[in-house]
């Protein structure tokens, strides 16, 4: 439903789908591109690593690009530089805009070479070992589909106060692949997003008319959503307010109310619940911080 009124207020009031980043074309016949951002954390990201590293996937066809957040750091290259006899790795420390996972994610994009890319976060964890391998052939076989979503799988649920709710087919960078095609076409992600980058990205995507295809031949784990204070919810929020003025009013306004629509979540006595409630009602602040002018929220 949501679809159908975003494309419908979309011929009503036409605006430029296009992100921030040059999408350069696929380079050196390399199939999958791995992009991961990160900072700190090195133990879940080592794990990710290892995954890749143990693909049944032919190391020519795929690259990993690391991306390391506030100009890298001397124990993240050295973990890269631990992985280079294992993977076709590239390191990319962030050159500026720190904290920015639009800007982040486009720097990662715009370094790779192949004809399908992989967003991963640093704490997914991928147990298949023909991961890469089915990925290609499932688009191989979905000659029309402009991106693959795996199945999702809540991780860290049997540690003390976690929870195991996860949205399986949520279509967020933590593990979705898209064609090199339709994010030459979308320009990638907006630069200035602290994060929900992908929310923003797929609402355009949505808008283009592209179409996403849902998967159980992929499994991956990530985290439950996790919102101990309102800090990046709020950061969120200030970065979706930024959208104002390259979004038609009325596409705006839904984006916000989609966005903010868990708050009274809030008040409900159950976890997964309470979870959400705290994050639109830290969105709802980010918005309002921009309304009064505040300055933008950063989040650690």
Known sequence: MRDKVLRKLYRIFPFELRGDCSVPPVRDDIKVSCVINFYGRLSTLEGILWSLAQQDF????????????????????????????????????LDKQYGCMGYSRNFGLFRSRGEFILFLDDDTVILQQDFLSTLELLFRKNPHADALVPHGHASFSCRQDRYAFHDPYFMTSRCTAYRRTVLQKLGGFMSHFVGQEDVEFVTRFTIADKKAVTTDALHYYHPP???????????????????????????WLLLLANCA???????????????????GIGFLHGVIDGILGSKEQVYG
Do not use: C, N
């Open 58 to 93: 032919p190391r020519e066809s795929f690259e990993v690009i690391l991306v390391e957040d506030r100009g890298g750091s001397a124990e993240g290259r050295a973990l890269a530089d631990s992985f280079s006899s294992r993977l076709p790795l590239v390191y990319a420390p």
């Open 261 to 279: 629509r868990h708050a009274p979540l809030w008040l409900v006595p159950v976890r997964r619940f309470r979870e959400q409630g705290r994050f």
């Open 225 to 251: 959503l996790l919102v101990p204070d309102t800090r990046k919810p709020r950061a969120v929020g200030f970065s979706f307010f930024g959208l104002m003025g390259r979004y038609p009013f009325p596409i």
